[in-house]
RNA sequence: UCCACAGUAGCUCAGUGGUAGAGCAGGUGGCUGUUAACCACUUUGCCGGGGGUUCGAGUCCCUCCUGUGGAGCCA
């Protein structure tokens, strides 16, 4: 008899005796006859139990099941058309570890606050445990990729003195003497630091918006993965972006084929947007729009529905590069060749997903850093370090972010980010 | 912060100014192949809070609270 089998390993146990352990889905019975579905984790099985095979006590503890309880149980696995899994297991003996309370998600829909206060219990459904496992391929394929190709972890802190672009959209907590600190927003600038040692870093960790968003690619809290590379420029950080990307696309495909069919993702979808990255400069983008009627200038960022409009017509992510400075960041290198435009990108996932990467060559010259924070009028004394990666050995360099939660939305095709993380934190929720 | 919409049973919702409803869940019973199983019976209410109009308010008005969708900002 095979102890402890996973579900996902019962087709190597065909005509086997073998003992699952895990959680009642649902249980469905007609008098002698009870079908019991048992996830644990791995994936779901129909276990059978026929009376007429089994001790009254045996039957009578598989009436009493109700959804959720904990079991170990026993049986032999059969091959059988009429499953879904192509498996059922024809039940021999039942251990019940715990019958569940009434569990209050049942099996018909319910409205998106009932299910966020019970988030907690919500990660068990079908759809969300899809979705933190191509979560997990997501994460572990950008680790992946950048670990095989040159970049060491380097974790920038959460607990920070200040901003990196302005302190409104900071959460600000007590700290000791000093008074105050603030939860990181972005570790970029500490991940510069780090290629001054080890040449190419990447930090990936949690960040903190105290912005008041109320849309569906924000979060308060969310995950972000910073890259940051010595001796690279412009070019040549769009196409590592690109190649992360697309590593992250083949993964998914490659390793949660049953996950994207639970969502209903279509994969041949997900598969076109594996090919060469288009690129566009912020001027083509604003030339684009105009032409689709909107009423936009070439000063100006896009709001959520120009966004979407560039990448409407597109299966695959579109770059839109060199910004004109004033609307970036003060970090971002000026290109040579244009006084008014920063060395930057942004990647745009299709499909509506929106803006997923962040990225730009980094300002190397101590003086022209220094006049556009003071145009920024930053804090100095408290950037003096970030200077000083300007005064000791200076290298072109460059990097991105990219948002953990909005490319694992696009991946599996939800189309609010709160599900792809397992406790979303909202401008009106912290709990559970 | 702004705009729009919503709040009625544990959940999802219906409810024309005149007795508070359904489906699901829960409970009891039935059924040897169910796939959100089905069939019969059955328990459950501060109609978000406060104020007003009215003979009478779940329904109309004001206000507050809570939530949802979107905008702005961004990843």
Known sequence: MAEHVLIKDVGKHVDEEVILSGWVRNKRSSGKIQFIILRDGTAEIQAVAFHPNLTDSQFEKCENLTMESSVKIWGKVKKDERSPTGYELDLTNIEIIQIAAEYPIQKKSHGVNFLLDNRHLWVRSRKQHALLKIRHTVYYAITTYLNENGFYRYDSPILTPNACEGTTTLFKVPYFDIGKAYLSQSGQLYAETGIMSL???YDFGPTFRAE??????HLTEFWMMDAEAAFV?????????????RFVIRQVIKKNENELKTLKRDIETLRKADAPFKVITHKEAIDLLQTKGYDIGYDEDFGAEEEEAITEDAEIPVFVEKWPKHIKSFYMKIDPDDKDISLCDDLIAPEGFGEIIGGSEREDDYKILKKRMKEEELPMDEYQWYLDLRRYGTVPHSGFGVGLERLIGWMS????????????????????
Do not use: Y
């Open 413 to 432: 095709g939800v189309r609010h980010i709160r599900q792809t993380i397992p406790f979303p934190r909202m401008i009106n929720r912290v709990s559970p």
């Open 233 to 245: 420029k412009h070019k040549e950080n769009m196409k590592i972006q690109e190649e992360l990307i």
């Open 199 to 201: 040449g190419r870093v």
């Open 212 to 217: 008041k968003s109320k849309t569906r690619k």
